[in-house]
């Protein structure tokens, strides 16, 4: 159980278009959603927490109107990189809890991750 | 904001052997998780420690959470070449609010000759 799927596995844009990438749980609920990105030979950076209905919160540096996250259900939360640029290239790595808000010792399952490249 | 140092950053080692690596924090964690991530795959948890001073096995893997709550340890014992990988230490804390956000560490790789 708890298995989270991400769609695409990879995508390679133009730049200036935008790329939305899906984030599933599978066979459980997922009040929370986190978005990570990570670059090569990095570890992972939070971009965001998604509660399902509610805003997503950004974490600082984060630019809200560049990656838009829309968590309308409790299964499916997308990330939207608008107007992708180069530098947007990236591993991007949703993860999923039950708990509400990612809560203290609540587990995240993460998703095999999105590889984006922008040419 | 919160960092954690893990070290070593790469380890070569021969089957077999023990492998050891660490994390630590200047600020205190509510829970200390520990990952290994495959290349081109998402991490998946390892071990999960809730309470300062926890030991907790998984198979060959036994992982601590410190007493100060600011550090913690990741052992796998006779290491064989499926170990092969990247492991990241993950702190959980309260970022305000109901969220508890996840901070990793750089990560350990780990090679593993046979």
């Known amino acids: 159980g708890a298995v989270v799927s991400q769609h695409p596995s990879w995508v390679i844009c133009k730049s200036g278009t935008s790329v939305k990438i899906e984030c599933r749980s599978l066979?459980?609920?997922?009040?929370?959603m986190f978005w990570y990105r990570q670059f090569p030979k990095q570890s992972l950076m939070l971009m965001a927490t998604?509660?399902?209905?509610?805003?997503?919160?950004?974490e600082q540096g984060v630019e809200k109107d560049k990656f838009l996250i829309n968590h309308a259900s409790l299964t499916l939360s997308t990330l939207t990189v608008t107007s992708a640029h180069p530098e947007d290239s990236s591993f991007y790595i949703c993860?999923?809890?039950?708990?509400?808000?990612?809560?203290?010792?609540?587990?995240?399952?993460f998703g095999p991750g999105t590889r984006l490249l922008v040419l | 904001g919160q960092q954690l140092n893990q070290s070593p950053q790469s380890m070569f080692i021969q089957e077999g052997e023990d492998v050891s690596m660490n994390c630590t924090s200047s600020?205190?964690?509510?829970?200390w998780l520990w990952y290994k991530q495959d290349p081109g795959e998402g991490p998946v948890l390892l071990i999960a420690?809730?309470?300062?001073?926890e030991l907790t096995s998984n198979g060959r893997l036994t992982a601590q959470f410190g007493i100060t709550r600011k550090d913690s340890f990741l052992n796998i014992s006779a290491s064989i070449p499926s170990d092969v990988g990247i492991y990241f230490c993950?702190?959980?804390?309260?970022?305000?609010?109901?969220?508890?956000?996840?901070?990793f560490g750089k990560g350990t790789l780990l090679t593993v000759n046979p």
């Open positions: 993950a702190g959980q804390s309260d970022s305000g609010g109901s969220n508890y956000k996840l901070t």
């Open positions: 066979d459980f609920q997922a009040t929370t």
């Open positions: 600020s205190i964690f509510n829970t």
């Open positions: 420690l809730y309470k300062a001073g």
């Open positions: 993860s999923a809890s039950r708990g509400l808000g990612g809560a203290l010792g609540e587990t995240q399952y």
């Open positions: 998604s509660n399902e209905g509610s805003k997503a919160t950004y």
